[in-house]
C-alpha cells in the first residue's frame, strides 16, 4: 500500500519548513540537536487519547501542542436527533468519570425551559448524587496523580475505595458508570431502604482515604520535589485562558459555581461547607485543593443525607415531553470544572441546537503555555495534575 | 522428514503449549472511553484482580504483547493508529472488543466520526457487549478467550468464529 503525498499549499509548505528547521537547530552551547518528541495518542499520562507534540532542546521543552480529536464523537450535533430524554443518556458519556454530573446542567436547562422545579426531595437526592460522581471522580483522579510520579500504590487505594461509592451510586440508579437516572422535573426512582446509613458508612470510608493518602503520598518527599513549584499558573493567565474549578482554585482563585451562582434545582445553600483554595498554583497545589475537595464533598453528602426532606420525586411533567421555545444556558461546578449547556429549543420534540461548554477542553488549551520551558519528565506531572478527561475535551 | 516439516505437532506437547500460553497472557491495553476505566478497575484494582487468571496488562509496547483489549469508542481519527499498533504486535495475537462503541458504534451509531466497529479494522476474537461492561464481564471474556487458546490447533488459527459473551 502507498501512501498519497497530497498537494501541499504554499503555507503548509512554510509550516513543514520551519519545523524541519526547528528540528535541526543546533543549541550552540552545549551542542545537542533540537529533536520532535511525540506524546500519545495513545500514552497512560494522557488519560486516554491527547496528543502532545514537543519541540525538545535537549531535555527542555521549546514548544509543544496538543492535538485533540481524537475522541471525537460529535455530541452536538448529535443531540439534535435525539428526544430530550435520550440526550440525557448521551451526555452521560461526556465524563465518564463522575457521569451524573453530566446530566444535571442539561437537566436544569430544560426544566429552566419548561418552568418546572422539581420536588424538594428530588432536588436533594440529584444533589446527592452530584457530588458522590464528583467524590467517584476526583479520587482516580488523585490515585493516577501516584502513578505519574512513579508510585503505584495510590491507585490501587483509589481503585479499592471508588467501588464503595460506585456501589452506591449502583445501588439508587442501577449503574455504575453511566446512570442515566435525571429526568426533566425529578428522578426516576425513590432511594432503596437502607441506603442512608449506607452512604455514611461509604463516606466514612471515604474519608478515611484522604487521611491515607495525604500521609501516602501528599507528604511524600518525591511527590513534593516532583510538584512543588513546578507548573506554576499565575492567576491572571489561569483566568485569561479560562481554567476553571479546581484548576484555577489551585491559583488562589476563590471562585465556586455551587457557591457564587447556584442555579435553581440543587440545594447547596442549605448546607455548611468552605471553597479551598491555595494561592501557590504549582501541581502541587492543584493536588491538594483536589484533597480537600473530596473531603468537603463527604460534608456536603453527609449533611444532606440529615436532611431529605419526604414528598414525591418528580412533578408533574407530560408523557411526551416537548419543551416550549426558547433559549438558556445553565452552567455547575462538575468534577473538571464549569460544564454548562445552551440548549436552544424550537417548541420540538428533539432540541434545536445544544452547545456545551466542557471544562477540560479551557483546561487543556493552556498547556502550550504552560509546557514551554519544563522538563520532559515534567510535562507528565503537570499533565496529571491538570487532570483532564478526553471525553470531556473532545465531545 | 520431521515434525516441523509436516506441519504438526503431537496432541500432547500441543496441550502443553497452549496451557502455557493462556495461563501468560500479555494484555496490552488500549483504552479509549469510558471502559477503560472499567478495565482499569479490572486489571488494576484489588477487587477484580485480572492477574490472578495469569493475565500480565503491563507490556512496556505491542511489540510484547499476545492480546490487545480495544476498549471505548474508536473515531476515525484513531482507526488508523490501531492497525498500526496492531501489526507491530507478534504473532499469535488476540484481540478483545470491550464496549458496545467497539463492538458495533454504540450508542454513536448515527454519528459523522465513529468508526461503526474496530472489527473494520482488525480481526477481533471475543466481543464484551455492555455500556460498558462491568469488570466481571471482562474477566469473562478473558476466560472465554483462554478456552479457545486452550483448544486451539495452530494449523486453524482464524477459522473459528467469533465469541460473543452472554449469548
Not at chain 1, 202 to 220: H, P, S, T, W
Not at chain 1, 222 to 231: D, E, K, S, V
Not at chain 2, 76 to 92: F, G, V
Amino acid at each position: 500500500m502507498t501512501t498519497q503525498i497530497p498537494d501541499l499549499s504554499e503555507q503548509e509548505q512554510l509550516r513543514y519548513i520551519s519545523q524541519q528547521a526547528a528540528d535541526a537547530r543546533v543549541n550552540v552551547e552545549i551542542e545537542t540537536e533540537g529533536m520532535t518528541l511525540n506524546l500519545g495518542p495513545q500514552h497512560p499520562a494522557t488519560h486516554g487519547t491527547l496528543r502532545i507534540i514537543a519541540k525538545l532542546d535537549g531535555e527542555q521543552v521549546v514548544a509543544a501542542e496538543p492535538v485533540m480529536g481524537y475522541m471525537h464523537r460529535g455530541y452536538e450535533k448529535l443531540a439534535e436527533v435525539r428526544t430530550y430524554p435520550q440526550v440525557t443518556t448521551l451526555v452521560n458519556r461526556i465524563d465518564w468519570v463522575g457521569s451524573f454530573a453530566n446530566e444535571t446542567p442539561f437537566i436544569l436547562a430544560a426544566e429552566k425551559l419548561m418552568e418546572v422545579e422539581a420536588p424538594p426531595r428530588a432536588q436533594y437526592i440529584r444533589t446527592i448524587l452530584h457530588e458522590m460522581s464528583r467524590i467517584a471522580n476526583v479520587i482516580l483522579g488523585i490515585g493516577d496523580m501516584g502513578v505519574q510520579v512513579g508510585a503505584v500504590t495510590p491507585i490501587f487505594f483509589a481503585f479499592r475505595d471508588r467501588e464503595y461509592v460506585l456501589n452506591q451510586i449502583e445501588a439508587v440508579t442501577g449503574g455504575r458508570f453511566h446512570p442515566n437516572f435525571d429526568r426533566i422535573g425529578g428522578l426516576k426512582d425513590d432511594l432503596p431502604a437502607g441506603w442512608i446509613q449506607n452512604t455514611k458508612n461509604a463516606m466514612e470510608k471515604v474519608r478515611d482515604f484522604c487521611d491515607q493518602i495525604e500521609e501516602l503520598m501528599y507528604g511524600n518527599e518525591i511527590f513534593q520535589a516532583r510538584t512543588r513549584g513546578i507548573g506554576i499558573i499565575p492567576k491572571d493567565v489561569g483566568l485569561a485562558y479560562g481554567l476553571s474549578g479546581v484548576n484555577i482554585r489551585g491559583s488562589g482563585v476563590d471562585w465556586d459555581v455551587r457557591r457564587d451562582n447556584m442555579s435553581p434545582g440543587l440545594v447547596y445553600d442549605q448546607v455548611d461547607w468552605k471553597v479551598w483554595t491555595h494561592p501557590d498554583g504549582d501541581s502541587y497545589s492543584r493536588m491538594w485543593v483536589r484533597l480537600q475537595e473530596v473531603r468537603e464533598g463527604t460534608k456536603i453528602v453527609d449533611q444532606l443525607l440529615d436532611q431529605i426532606p419526604s414528598g414525591p420525586i418528580m412533578a408533574k411533567v407530560p408523557r411526551i415531553i416537548k419543551v416550549p421555545a426558547g433559549e438558556a444556558y445553565v452552567e455547575t461546578e462538575n468534577p473538571l470544572g464549569v460544564m454548562g449547556y445552551y440548549v436552544v429549543s424550537k417548541g420540538d420534540l428533539n432540541p434545536y441546537r445544544v452547545k456545551i461548554r466542557s471544562a477540560s477542553f479551557n483546561n487543556v488549551s493552556i498547556t502550550p503555555w504552560l509546557l514551554k520551558g519544563v522538563y520532559v519528565p515534567d510535562i507528565i506531572t503537570i499533565l496529571g495534575s491538570l487532570y483532564f478527561i478526553l471525553g470531556d475535551i473532545d465531545r | 522428514m520431521g515434525l516441523v516439516e509436516s506441519g504438526k505437532t503431537p496432541k500432547s506437547l500441543q496441550t502443553l503449549l497452549n496451557m502455557s500460553r493462556k495461563y501468560s497472557l500479555w494484555v496490552y491495553q488500549w483504552g479509549l472511553a469510558c471502559c477503560a476505566l472499567e478495565m482499569g478497575a479490572a486489571f488494576a484494582s484489588p477487587r477484580y484482580d485480572v492477574m490472578r487468571l495469569g493475565v500480565i496488562p503491563l507490556p512496556a509496547s505491542p511489540r510484547q504483547a499476545d492480546m490487545v483489549v480495544v476498549s471505548g469508542t474508536v473515531t476515525d481519527k484513531m482507526a488508523p493508529a490501531i492497525r498500526r499498533l496492531y501489526e507491530q504486535m507478534p504473532d499469535p495475537k488476540y484481540v478483545i472488543s470491550m464496549g458496545s462503541c467497539a463492538n458495533c458504534g454504540g450508542p454513536y451509531w448515527d454519528s459523522y466520526s465513529v468508526t461503526k466497529g474496530v472489527d473494520q479494522i482488525i480481526p477481533v476474537d471475543v466481543y464484551v457487549p455492555g455500556c460498558p461492561p462491568r469488570p466481571e464481564a471482562l474477566l469473562e471474556g478473558i476466560v472465554m478467550l483462554q478456552e479457545r487458546i486452550q483448544n486451539e490447533d495452530m494449523q486453524e488459527r482464524w477459522v473459528g468464529e467469533p465469541i460473543v459473551v452472554g449469548s
